[in-house]
């Protein structure tokens, strides 16, 4: 849970801007430690937005590992490509691109929720999700989805190279 924290912190900081440009609620932190002790004594605390983060990491997790195994097996089975390293990092970039489609929808509602004054907006993130789908459609939901790429595939990429490197090492 301090991973959770912590972005909430990253969240709200990132989203503070001059009055003449603010949008949505203006956390007043000075810094992370201070916006933290700010969260821990508000209503929701440290956990608000948890949720939604706890499906996030749950399911690009699954998908990742997912995604990469069934992939890598079934472009080994093709034979199209003779290289070891080429079928793992083929299957890598596949992976990364199903993570992000999956993960994307969960960053959006946790965003939403982590950079709100408690309950200002959303009740929940259920509620958030309702009212993402509402007024912005599908597509609300896939908001800053190159942007996540550029972070989370490069990431999903080695981390399964590694992973892959690491497990027929131990095997």
Known sequence: SSGINAEYGKVQMQAAAAPSIAVGYQHKHTGLWRGLKIAYTSPGGLFQGVTSALW???VGSATQLATFT???HYITGTGVL???FAVVASSSLISSFAVTCTM???DVVATRLYNQKHGLYY?????????IYKHEGMFGFYKGTVAHYFRIGP????????????R???L
């Open 82 to 84: 003779q290289s070891d």
């Open 104 to 106: 994307t929808p969960f």
């Open 123 to 131: 009740s929940g993130w259920l509620d958030c999700i309702g009212k």
């Open 70 to 72: 069934r992939i890598k």
């Open 155 to 166: 990431h999903t990429i080695i981390t399964l190279m590694i992973w892959d490197r690491y």
């Open 168 to 170: 027929k090492w131990l």
């Open 56 to 58: 996030r990491v749950s």
